[in-house]
């Protein structure tokens, strides 16, 4: 009887110290990561003071110490730019757990689904299997005008740039009027970009009346060669400066190869450098190729699915409050699912596969931007490939320029200047100007930002960032297909500069 009561003993005291443990694990957890984040940090500091120190110790000991500080604030400090290093893509890492997997092999479910419903009902309609893929033919159109498009704008950015740099460079430290001459430099490469690279490209995609998916191909190339000629010369102006300043007989010139490299690798960031993987994985390589594939034909299944018979029948209705409700509501779950679609397709398939031949090891062209609790870590997480070129050509540059007090400003410039570009691919390639994720981008992404800011933690901020996040989807995909129709089904014959810009779908009205 003795010893029963003593197992019993024993046992419930077991169960309170697993209670206990299983109490103690969260804040246990929380302090290992603040300690590993801490740890991180710190490497990343040291690593960026060595890289100054290294960068200080090509300067001559005759230097002055003022000499040596005026040199070393021709980039805009503090960071000395992005640092560059071997690691990972997060989903890469995450799909080897398989409680994450299984939510990825959830989405090729839903793909299946999709495919059958398709099959099955164009079975019923037409008594047999319709396999033609006609959306996907008419939005790629026109492809070789797009290839010739892009080879022109791909040798005009190889040659231009770097000559004009390398011109400018050799001169530069024998010319009398230096002033003179990287005005004349500076102007012929704006000139590049603004007439070349900018209304170039925009001037064909129109004029030949190129599709939508073929244009966002020109336009997109557009802007991703305009930013990478930007780093380029941003991030070599000041070494020539630097080595003027110490007097040098060498003239830091990259390779016309190093320049190649750059304008193939996934980052916006030149360096004359980077972090290089050992081997190739043709492998990985085929499979990232082939995501992007599949990617494509899901969104060809949502577009039939779930947008077209919708706002089809909305081109037969009036423009009215509810069926505008209803439309945002029922656009939200394409919306969301295109949204993750364009986030694995491109931001980890395709920079993946590029990275990957390339053997560039440096691999974080997003971070966990699903766990934000404010919308200013989720435009930092979203696509860093980006936000790095915004935040050091951009932001900093901004700061450098007027000073630290004007963040405020320099915030405020970087999302006009996000806004105005994403309106403007989207204008190029719809036709059609309606600015509303220019909208949704200055009024209710700059008031988030700074309501829903890096102070807010917890489950509930998330759900907010989520639910805002949905809501902006659905707004999105409804107002962009309803103008699409309503340019459509209501044509103008001689259409004004003002019919343009008017938005169609608020007084069109098909008649059937």
């Known amino acids: 009887s003795l010893g029963r009561v003593d197992v019993d003993h024993v046992i419930t005291r077991k169960m309170q110290l697993i209670a206990e443990a299983e109490q103690l694990k969260p804040a246990f957890m929380k302090e290992v990561d603040s300690h590993f984040t801490e740890f991180v940090n710190s490497l990343v500091a040291k690593s960026a003071l060595l890289d100054s120190s290294s960068s200080a110790s090509i300067f001559p000991a005759s230097c002055s110490e003022k000499e040596l500080h005026k040199a070393k604030t021709l980039r805009a400090p503090p960071e000395h730019g992005k640092i560059f290093t071997a690691r990972r893509s997060l989903l890469d890492e995450l799909f080897e757990v398989s409680h994450i997997r299984t939510i990825y092999h959830m989405f090729i479910a839903l793909l299946i689904v999709f495919i059958l419903s398709t099959l ?171 995501q992007v594939l599949g990617s494509l034909f899901y969104a060809y299944y949502i577009f039939v699915r779930l947008c077209i018979p919708q706002f089809h029948n909305s081109s037969q209705e009036t423009f009215n409050l509810r069926g505008l409700v209803l439309c945002i509501f029922n656009s939200i779950l394409p919306g969301v699912l295109i949204l993750f679609l364009v986030f694995f397709a491109f931001l980890h398939c395709w920079l993946n596969a590029f990275a990957e031949m390339l053997r560039f090891a440096d691999r974080m062209f997003y971070k966990d931007w699903w766990n934000s609790t404010s919308y200013a870590n989720y435009y930092r997480t979203w696509n860093v490939v980006v936000h790095d070129w915004l935040y050091y050509y951009a932001y900093r540059d901004f700061l450098w320029f007027f000073g630290k007090k004007f963040k405020a400003a320099a915030m405020l410039s970087v999302f006009t200047v996000s806004a105005a570009v994403h309106e403007y691919v989207l204008s190029i390639c719809f036709g059609f100007f309606y600015p509303v994720l220019f909208c949704l981008f200055m009024c209710f992404g700059m008031v988030f930002n700074f309501i829903l800011n890096d102070r807010r933690k917890g489950p509930i901020w998330n759900v907010i960032m989520w639910t805002s996040l949905f809501l902006g989807q659905g707004v999105i995909i409804c107002l962009y297909s309803q103008e699409w129709y309503a340019r459509q089904y209501c044509p103008m014959e001689n259409p004004t500069f003002l019919d343009y810009l008017k938005p169609r779908s608020w007084s069109c009205h098909m008649k059937m």
């Open 120 to 290: 099955l009902v164009d079975f019923i309609d037409e008594g047999r299997l319709v396999l033609g893929f006609d959306l996907l033919v008419f939005v790629f159109g026109k492809f070789p005008v797009v290839f010739c498009t892009w080879v022109c704008m791909f040798c005009a950015t190889v040659i231009v740039p770097y000559n004009l740099y390398v011109w400018w460079a050799q001169g530069y430290c024998s010319s009398s009027h230096r002033v003179i001459r990287s005005l004349f430099y500076g102007t012929l490469f704006m000139l590049f970009q603004t007439a070349g690279l900018g209304f170039g490209p925009t001037y064909v995609a129109v004029s030949y009346a190129l599709p939508p998916a073929s244009r966002f191909i020109v336009i997109l190339e557009q802007v991703r060669l305009v930013m990478k000629a930007h780093s380029f010369v941003r991030e070599n102006v000041p070494r020539v400066l630097s080595s003027v300043k110490d007097k040098s007989s060498t003239v830091p010139i990259p390779r016309i190869s190093q320049y190649l490299y750059f304008l193939f690798a996934p980052t916006l960031i030149y360096r004359d450098n980077y972090p290089r993987n050992p081997t190739i994985r043709w492998g990985y390589v085929a499979t990232k190729f082939a």
